[in-house]
């Protein structure tokens, strides 16, 4: 392995066992005093943000990105705002669920206890290295971030003023380190890094969440992209579909929790679709359509096979005409990506068995999908939204950043 | 992809939709009928195994590993016990935990749901086979089953038993499916199969898991070797300390939660160390030992540093002094594969600081490391003891073969 990453993964399993056992309150003193730090250093993480963002728009970075990229005043305020929030949660560490006395006397519970090292995979979005920062170190584990090539000044500029709070502190400041070293070859490297790395997650696009996927060999935690459905049933509240599907289209559009594709009974197509179709034209939505909805849509676009996997991120949305609520069901199970899906109905059976066999990490009746994030669902705090199975599904807060470990207690026991 | 593993595939995910919600009484009956039909083709399954029993011997298969092949008629009761047994224990799949109402009104819980499509790749023991797929039906899940070339007959001859039992209850009988070709090829295929299979779990020994941890893309619950210490404290009961170590190092050597590793504090080496020596050699278990025990120890071996990292499964232990409850634990992290690890004491310091720093998926004070075990810890089953720390961490019961999703009740909610 690299001399470097080597040298990494030691000092994060080193600083691991002192990480893990701080008290809440040893680590919400450094959450605070890394927000004070971060608002005191304002011009310096600024300054370093410039070079970045020259070099960004010198490689013609897309305005977008580069508006991602940028760090300003109000844009450091928030990031230790996030801090503070962090600061104010409480700490699941520690925690002892369900402890039982077996028939031989031995107590046997599960106690929360941090992951141990994470590693973070971003893109150019330098507010994930303070708030992954943040949310793994308030679980007690160590954190090894690697971020965008694009980001790098930024990246060093605010991991470094986290370390020297965490020197200050005398707690290791290698509770978080950065890889600097962006090739791919590294990259490549750390993803295999099963030694020193108990969990890596990927925060970003399709892309590089495929990417680790595919050539992690340490556990990943995948978070999602989401295609995610609102199925307008035959007995629905037909203003409500309409407001439901309006706020989960186009509330904001770039984010994964966005409904990119409707399914709407055929009993209720000829007095629901004109009305939708016309509140979303307003909002110039494009409509690609299956060839029983474009009759009543003018100006719909003919949806092709590709449409109904689409994850448009866009002011773009599918729409299909079904026959029942198991075709809707069918669909949705052969089409989605397991993040949200919604049925607007007012037919007990039908909300039932929607809620049932609609494989999704978050299944809602008569709501907008928008709402699976971490900060709606009470958590505090969000590090993203997983559309796995195993460990967490859905969003993820805290907790999702801890497992247990069996603690026993004995006098003596030994086994038949 | 390889054209049998395609169609496998997709008859696994269309059986998935029918068998994730089955009933628990449906479910059930099908394992009370599966446990009956083992036990009256008990012929059909032993001339099946005996065709891998002849291939074994002829292959030169050593005694040790033929005998874990062979079916005998009470060995098919004890699997159709097995399957009775799980029938007999509670469904954990629809349980829906800590709903609660939002600010906004809306309800959200989190609903018990199987996994999907399990894929578990195991080496010539027959009754894994007739277990996993027990388990797995258990919790509503889908199983392909990738087992040992050298038990392909009985393994065929137990799917096919089940299967049959499958279609006379009007069930799919793709809810089990056995993967034949038991090419590399085949195998390494089979891991990167994210599409149609959710989980895969490897049951085997440290060259198998190892194997699928590398090369799978496919989430994996590893279970794992055990490098399991118990460490003497000077405040310990010498006597409870020599019962426990003598039962987790010689009741059963080749299991996982068997002791590997014995740690005795300096102050209590003089009196204790040649006493345990004696019992242990008494049963002619082999002492690796440091300079300070061999000199207390006639007979024993000196360790080499490779020794602190073995997991023997053999009637071997190695044996070292430390000065220290700090030492030992450091020691212990040094070393340990994550699994079961024990202090004997009276000190109340020394056993929570013990309990609070040793990472490990099950720690005790006072009590053997042998009862780390799904049965001991009351769960009634097992499917294997994980040691990583994703998703589930020590022994696994039926809640390990489970996820959850989120299902949210509105009554209109858009988001602001």
Known sequence: MNEMLNTLGKNARNAEVLVRNLSANEKNEVLLKVAEALTENADTLTAANALDVENGRKNNMPEALVDRLLLTGDRIQGMAEGLRQVAALEDPVGEVLGMKKRPNGLMIGQKRVPLGVIGI??????????????????????????????????????????????????????????????????????????QYVDVLIPRGGRGLIKAVVENSTIPVIETGTGNCHTYVDETADLQMAADIIMNAKTQRVGVCNA????????????????????????????????EAA?????????ATEEDWGREYLDYILSLKVVSSVEEAISHINQYNTGHSEAIITNNYEHAQKFLDQVDAAAVYVNASTRFTDGFEFGFGAEIGISTQKLHARGPMGLLALTTTKYIIYGNGQIRP
């Not at 330098?126 to 090539?149: E, Q, W, Y």
């Open 259 to 290: 409904c990119e594709s409707v399914l709407v009974h055929e009993k209720v197509k000829d007095e629901f679709l004109p009305v939708l179709a016309r509140r979303l034209q307003e909002k110039r939505v494009e409509i690609r359509a299956d």
């Open 121 to 194: 995979i971003y893109e150019a979005r330098p507010n994930v290295t303070a708030d992954a920062f943040a949310l793994c170190f308030k679980t007690g584990n160590v954190v090894i971030l690697k971020g965008g090539s694009d980001a790098i000044h930024s990246n060093e500029a605010i991991v470094k003023c986290i370390r020297e709070v965490l020197q200050e502190q005398g707690i290791t400041e290698d509770a978080i380190q950065l890889i600097t070293d962006t090739s791919r070859e590294t990259t490549a490297e750390f993803m295999k890094m099963n």
């Open 294 to 302: 474009c009759e009543l849509i003018p100006g719909a676009v003919q």
